[in-house]
């Protein structure tokens, strides 16, 4: 561990009305993978972006192999051999992957014409080494997320990056994908890389990293080596003291049946059957592309059913869109916040407010302005969502955060029928709890809630009944009593008897 590659010492960064660095010392070493973690708005990316030449830094010196060094544009990062993969994949989808791996740096021939013929070659060498078999004339829009991801990396190989950062780089990935992408980080590995991993899933920090960073409100904590520490440890670095019970079940007497689903059916969902009832946490697992997302879109409207009938309280609802559904009191919030739950040009109060105006108006027909701002208030300080003011805007929060003002979103409409998709995917640990807590808490108020997840502790942690899917049919309904992740994991993969 003492080959060290890379030192950022002291390293402070302001924006308006925030300090996202205050000071910070990071570390990396030759062949090692540093776990940079802290809760959402803690400074991770802050730091990254610093790193790879995307901000300026206020203060503090970046030595590389020894030499100081300072970044002003990605390019100049890039040419001392840093690659960031951004969580927000950075290819362009009309290029095909070789013209993308070698974007600006054409291999060209005489009198400067590009060699096509070496760059397509060249890109699936690079392919290769990775384990991909890629035709590199493929235009990256019919490419996954994974291999996109893999191309992010063969152009990190291409440009022979010796520091590659992942911010959050298993969000989107299955459970398979996720082992490729790690057999990928320990070649990298083994061939001497350094590889900074941003992560909140603190299992994959145990299972793929070497040594890990934490940071807190913009502040370095420590630094220490992954088999030193245990998870409860990094947590309370994390978050500052310690987290009680992870999971807050509460155990409330579930009424009737609110929701019913019949034989609901179309491209992707085959004869899907079942029903929620009053203050029930019903949570639906199952692998990605399993079809839980096209169901709550079916369910909520924006994608058509062939055939199949929906009742609401007993009565059949006819749901044909978004708005149809929220007057039928049933909200959905998107794993997709970027893309379909917020509009990032707009203020933090207006995101959580857009689609609840009704609730402040007063008896003249106006907005209450004071009500609106002292609610939004409410949910900023409940679901501790870091932002300077409420006039932020949402660009301008960390992802995490803004993951965060969608739930508030969804929450503020005070729905009868909750439907979560993904709701903690890149959110930290202790926002987690939050997030459980305020889902207990209209849990208990009777709000009926359907939470699908690829989190099976989580699925097993806070919800009375769990359905799994499996190519868009429900292939098991199990109790929490008698749930387990094995069995989870054998309905999702299709195996629908159990012995
Ligand atoms: N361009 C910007 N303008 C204003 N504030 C910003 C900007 N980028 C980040 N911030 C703020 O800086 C702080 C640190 O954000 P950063 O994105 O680095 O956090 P993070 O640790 O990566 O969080 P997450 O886990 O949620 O992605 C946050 O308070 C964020 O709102």
């Known amino acids: 561990m003492d080959d060290i590659i890379l030192e950022m010492n002291g390293i ?65 990062a890039q040419d001392a051999g840093i690659a960031i993969i951004h969580q927000e994949l950075n290819l362009v989808p009309y290029l095909s992957i070789g013209e993308n791996i070698f974007l600006g740096r054409e291999p060209s021939k005489k009198f400067g014409k590009v060699d096509w013929n070496k760059l397509y070659i060249e890109s699936e060498e690079y392919l290769n080494k990775l384990g991909m078999k890629l035709n590199s004339r493929k235009l990256v829009k019919d490419l996954s997320i994974a291999e996109q991801q893999m191309v992010e990396i063969a152009k990190a190989l291409s440009i022979d990056a010796k520091i590659i950062i992942m911010d959050e780089p298993t969000d989107s990935l299955t459970d398979k994908e996720t082992e490729n992408l790690f057999r990928v980080i320990n070649e ?96 639906i697992s199952g692998l990605m592309g399993s079809g839980r997302t096209e169901l709550a879109k079916t369910i909520y409207g924006t994608i058509e059913s062939s055939s199949g009938d929906i009742y609401i309280y007993g009565k059949k609802a006819d749901i044909k869109s978004e708005k149809d559904a929220i007057e039928q009191g049933i909200t959905y919030v ?3 916040r970027k893309g379909e739950g917020l509009v990032l040009n707009l203020p933090v109060l207006e995101n959580m407010t857009i689609s609840s105006l009704k609730c402040f108006v007063n008896n003249f027909g106006h907005i209450n302005k004071e009500l609106e701002k002292k609610i939004a208030e409410e949910y900023i300080n409940k679901l501790s969502i870091k932002t300077p003011s409420i006039n932020q805007l949402i660009k301008n929060l960390s992802g995490g955060n803004q993951q965060k003002v969608s739930i508030a979103k969804s929450l503020m ?71 387990s992740q094995e069995k989870i994991m054998k309905y999702a993969v299709g195996i629908k008897e159990m012995e």
Do not use: W
């Open 413 to 483: 409409s005070e729905p009868k029928i909750l439907i979560l998709d993904e709701p903690t995917r890149g959110v930290d640990v202790g926002a987690k709890k939050e997030i459980y807590d305020l889902i207990n808490e209209f849990k208990s108020h009777g709000m009926s809630i359907i939470m699908i997840s690829s989190d099976i502790p989580e699925i097993l942690g806070i919800s009375d009944r769990v359905l799994v899917m499996h190519e868009g049919e429900i292939s098991g309904e199990i109790s929490i009593e008698e749930a």
């Open 188 to 283: 990298l590995r083994e061939s001497g890389k350094s590889i900074v991993y941003i992560s909140h899933r603190l299992q994959e920090v145990f299972q793929i990293c070497d040594s890990i960073t934490v940071l807190r409100d913009g502040q370095f904590i420590g630094e220490e080596l992954v088999e030193d520490i245990t998870e409860d440890e990094i947590i309370e670095m994390m978050v500052g003291r310690k987290l009680d019970e992870q999971f807050p079940r509460i155990d409330s007497k579930l009424g009737d049946t609110v929701l019913e689903v019949k034989n609901l059916s179309n491209e992707y969902i085959s004869n899907i059957s079942f029903n929620l009832l009053k203050g029930e946490i019903l949570g």
């Open 334 to 336: 998107s794993e997709d």
């Open 12 to 76: 402070t960064k302001k924006f308006p009305g925030v300090k996202a660095l205050d000071n910070v010392n990071f570390h990396l070493y030759k062949g090692n993978v540093m776990a940079l973690i802290g809760e959402n708005g803690a400074g991770k990316s802050t730091l990254m972006k610093i790193l790879s030449g995307v901000y300026p830094k206020d203060k503090g010196k970046i030595i590389l192999h020894e030499k100081e060094v300072n970044f002003d544009t990605p390019k100049e």
